[in-house]
């Protein structure tokens, strides 16, 4: 039944992938920057004499980021789009530029769900959180099972890349490209790892060095 609905989907017109996964990462950081980021959350870590100012300057900026957000769907599907386009020409494999766009689109979805995890865990389990625990709080990645004590944050951050969101892409992308392509599971999930997997081992490595 899920193989049918991913398939129905892929047949739709590239705008229909695109809504869904825009709205998806639209709702998920709404919910994240007003009610997990909410008034009380930013008060608790504010020091200075101007607190409702500075909060409709934070709430500035979240409504920049909400415009911009179809804008940056676009950007990074796009980039991913040319990153397994080059594997997929590489490996002399066919597959339709549309197509291969809304499969990118919809694995979005894997990408954009840390907003919606983080989202349900402070909204509905965690209770008086600080604003250290939000900023420290990187669900389904490797993070929590090393020891960060010594790191720079911006290590941190490349390590949080290596989780469950990126992985899942990877995977839901070799299936779907296996599956609309003459390429076995296995060649199609290495293709992927080697193109969008070294691109992101490669901005965490620029974190890391250029930013520590």
């Not at 009610?35 to 709430?59: C, K, P």
């Not at 676009?74 to 809304?102: D, Q, R, Y």
């Not at 392509?181 to 490595?205: D, P």
């Amino acid at each position: 039944m899920e193989e049918n609905f991913i398939d129905n989907l892929l047949k739709k017109p590239i705008w229909v992938a695109f809504l869904i996964s825009w709205l998806f990462y639209l709702v998920g950081l709404f919910l994240f920057s007003q009610m997990v980021w909410d008034a009380n959350t930013y008060q608790s870590d504010f020091t200075g004499n101007d607190f409702d100012s500075v909060l409709s300057g934070y709430r500035r900026v979240d409504m920049v980021r909400y415009a911009l957000s179809p804008l940056w769907i676009l950007a990074v599907a796009v980039v991913i789009w040319a990153l397994l386009k080059f594997g997929l020409t590489i490996s002399e494999t066919e597959i339709e530029a549309a197509l291969l766009f809304k499969l990118i689109l919809l694995g979005l979805l894997f990408i954009s769900s840390p907003f919606w995890v983080k989202s349900v865990w402070f909204i509905l389990i965690k209770s008086g959180y600080t604003p250290d625990e939000i900023k420290h709080f990187y669900p389904g990645s490797i993070v929590p099972f090393l020891d960060i004590s010594e790191m720079s944050e911006s290590k941190v951050k490349a390590l949080s890349n290596i989780n469950l969101y990126h992985l899942g892409f990877i995977l839901f992308s070799a299936w779907a490209i296996t599956k609309n392509s003459v390429l076995s599971c296995f060649k199609s999930f290495l293709m992927v790892l080697l193109t969008y997997g070294t691109c992101i081992a490669l901005i965490s490595f620029f974190r890391v060095f250029f930013f520590s």
